[in-house]
């Protein structure tokens, strides 16, 4: 019996109460705040549901069966983990008293396999032609971020987008609990090591990406950004590793790069403001936004946006290609929207003919200059 198998069967054990819960494909996420107060989210919708673990016991136990398993850490010394079921579901567990009510477990679930583009449209977050967009963008090296709030799924636009990356390309995956699952054959998954009661061992997504550009990669992927990283990145996309892919926590598409900027004044490296911005606006070519609705649950693209430098006040400027439109509500109490061309074109609309891609533009022709 293999370690995986064995892992399974004692999870299946330990978090018996929400299993139920986890095989449900309906159902995104697992919120446990105390051993007998569970939530779930399904359809974008939170519920309370019946189910309780035993005791607080129960649920600890639950928790250090995960971490014993994934190599992790917890205790009064360390009372926060990110970990990863053998499904490839995402963990965070705060241990009291960080959390007052009793240990908080969160699990993310992940569609086998990752989503689509094609998944995206179908689930109305995309049109044909943003994503077609989206696909050439991938193909002609942008550099491209997804920026959201919590829950907007982030990871999953990251994961669909990453689809475009040609096979015979060489992809280096760094994030801090592997969640994506790249449908490329050669990728490299690198995941951050937490230091062990000695603070040995340990490895940063710092350490990770400056690790990677020994490996030879033609393309990095980052899961998220969240500190000094962020002015690795940018340079490393200054230097010749274009067509970079990575997401970070913001609402806006100016405050994506704003929050890049001040992610790289957080490394060691003392960069004044004023590089800081500059690096980042030539660095980034395309931000993806994502919002997530309460009204329905639903998670869309909000806007489609090219970042072209900096402005004569060094303010950044952008440009949105594509942005929701809101039309009211289906007789169901859904949102109705749609992702629109604004009828502008990215500063690179003549690349596809020139590099050979126009074949593969039909539904996003107004973007292109494909006239030779």
């Not at 600890?60 to 190599?71: C, K, P, R």
């Not at 094609?118 to 971020?145: P, Q, W």
């Not at 475009?164 to 280096?172: D, F, Q, T, Y």
Request: charged letters at 20%.
């Amino acid at each position: 019996m293999s370690r995986e198998t064995i892992f399974a069967a004692s999870v299946e054990y330990f978090l018996g109460p929400i299993m139920p819960f986890l095989r449900d494909p309906a159902v995104s996420e697992v919120m446990v705040n105390r051993h007998d107060q569970i939530y779930i989210e399904k359809g974008g919708r939170l519920t309370k549901t019946d189910a309780q673990f035993p005791s607080e016991d129960a649920l600890q136990s639950a928790v250090h069966n995960v971490a014993q398993w994934v190599g992790r850490r917890i205790d009064e010394s360390q009372p926060v983990m990110d970990a990863r079921l053998p499904n490839g579901s995402r963990v965070h567990v705060i241990l009291p008293p960080a959390c007052r009510g009793g240990t908080c477990m969160t699990i993310r679930k992940f569609k086998p396999g990752g989503l689509s583009l094609s998944d995206l449209i179908s689930y109305g977050s995309l049109t044909e032609a943003a994503a077609e967009f989206l696909r050439l963008c991938v193909r002609l090296h942008k550099n491209m971020v997804v920026s959201g709030g919590t829950g907007t799924g982030k990871t999953s636009m990251l994961n669909a987008i990453s689809t475009a990356i040609p096979e015979e390309e060489r992809v280096v995956v760094i994030e801090d609990t592997s969640e994506l699952r790249l449908t490329q054959e050669h990728c490299v998954y690198l995941e951050v090591q937490k230091p062990d009661a000695q603070q040995r061992g340990g490895l940063s997504i710092r350490q990770l990406f400056v690790a990677s550009l020994r490996m030879r990669p033609d393309r990095i992927v980052v899961g998220e950004v969240r500190g000094g990283e962020s002015l690795d990145m940018i340079q490393a996309m200054l230097s010749g590793h274009t067509g970079s892919l990575t997401t970070v926590h913001a609402n806006t598409t100016r405050d994506s790069l704003i929050r890049l900027e001040t992610l790289s004044l957080m490394s060691d490296v003392a960069l004044p403001v004023y590089v800081a911005r500059a690096q980042v606006a030539a660095a980034i070519q395309v931000v993806v936004q994502l919002s997530r609705f309460s009204e329905d649950g639903s998670r869309r693209v909000t806007r489609i946006t090219e970042v072209l430098g900096l402005g004569s006040e060094q303010q950044y400027l952008t440009r949105d290609l594509f942005v929701l439109r809101m039309r009211g509500r289906d007789p169901q109490g859904r949102l109705l929207g749609q992702l629109e061309l604004t009828g502008e074109q990215p500063s690179f609309a003549a690349e596809p003919l020139e590099q050979g891609l126009a074949d593969q533009i039909v539904h996003s022709r107004p973007l292109w200059n494909l006239t030779p």
